[in-house]
């Protein structure tokens, strides 16, 4: 298990390395100069030269791009051009409504749709199990942004019983932090509610037809020990796995949500930077949400490993 995890861990560095030249070479190449969005519009082309060269920004793109690497290898992720703040200092500011989206979503979205994958197999062909596969189509379908803005019109504008946007932190006051959060984890968690309902149906209703399945029936085991004891267990290495992506995808779902909702998050930095052409911010964020993705595939590898006794590594 050790040899298989370090030979992993050794496979994430050419990864994060094409990662960071990939990022690196689009900020550089696509149209869009930081430093006239610095010196703003009226600004003359010897005060735009002159910002260029205090943000480095004048110097041959390879040079530019090792001084970056040497940076990062030192733990500097460098200073936003447009907040004027370290970027680890702005990313630990921005960390907390992308955590508490990212949990309270995978809350939501699990103990939701495990229940309802797990029913609608049990009732397989009936009107539960169709209501089920129709929510699970129409809910993955559907943009989050759209999702967003039906339920900000319902719950907060119609009715009135949550805020519109805005974010309250957890330390600060906990009720109101759950009234501005409840909202955005429904919007990103209906995605992936029909996700893993989707393949929670589906596995369980594979199981079902095992052979051990009708023999603990046979024993006179209740519809409930049957399905949580063995038919679940048994089924939990795709859930599990399809879990763990959805972990990784709510890292492009929280750009959206954040922004509909107004939290200041990771997500909705990143959309700010990318408008700002803020590129030490950009580069920062992007390369961590693409360790977050590596790192979490390669647990999915090694719940695989623990998981499915056929999978040797």
Known sequence: MLDFIARRLVAII???????????????????????????????????????????LDLPIWQQFFIWIGDILRGNFGESFFFKKTVTELIA???????????CTLIVAVTTAVPLGVIAA????????RFVMGFSVLGFSLPSFVI??????????????????????????????LEH????????????????????RASVLEVLNEDYIRTARAKGLSNRVVLMRHALR???????????????LLIGGAVVTESVFGLP???????????????????AVILMFSVVYVVINLLIDIGYTLFDPRIRY
Request: aromatic share 8%.
């Open 265 to 283: 998050g990771l997500g909705r930095l990143t959309v700010e930077a990318v408008l700002s052409r803020d590129f030490p911010t950009i580069q």
């Open 122 to 129: 049990y009732r397989h062909g009936s009107l539960l199990d």
């Open 181 to 200: 959060i409840i909202l955005p984890s429904i919007t990103l968690g209906i995605i992936y509610v029909a996700l893993i309902a989707r393949i929670t």
């Open 14 to 56: 050419p990864v994060l390395a094409v990662v960071a030249i990939f990022v690196f070479l689009m900020l550089r190449l696509t149209p869009g100069d930081p430093a006239a969005v610095i010196a703003g519009d009226n600004a003359t082309s010897d005060q735009i030269a002159l910002i260029r060269a205090k943000l480095g």
């Open 234 to 248: 048994n089924a939990a290495v795709p859930i599990l796995t399809v879990i763990g992506i959805g972990i990784a």
């Open 93 to 103: 500011q921005r960390l907390e409504p992308t955590l508490a989206l990212s949990i």
């Open 148 to 177: 967003g803005y039906c339920l900000i019109y319902i719950f907060a504008i119609d009715l009135g019983w949550l805020p519109v946007q805005g974010y309250t932190r957890i330390g600060v006051d906990f009720w109101a932090f």
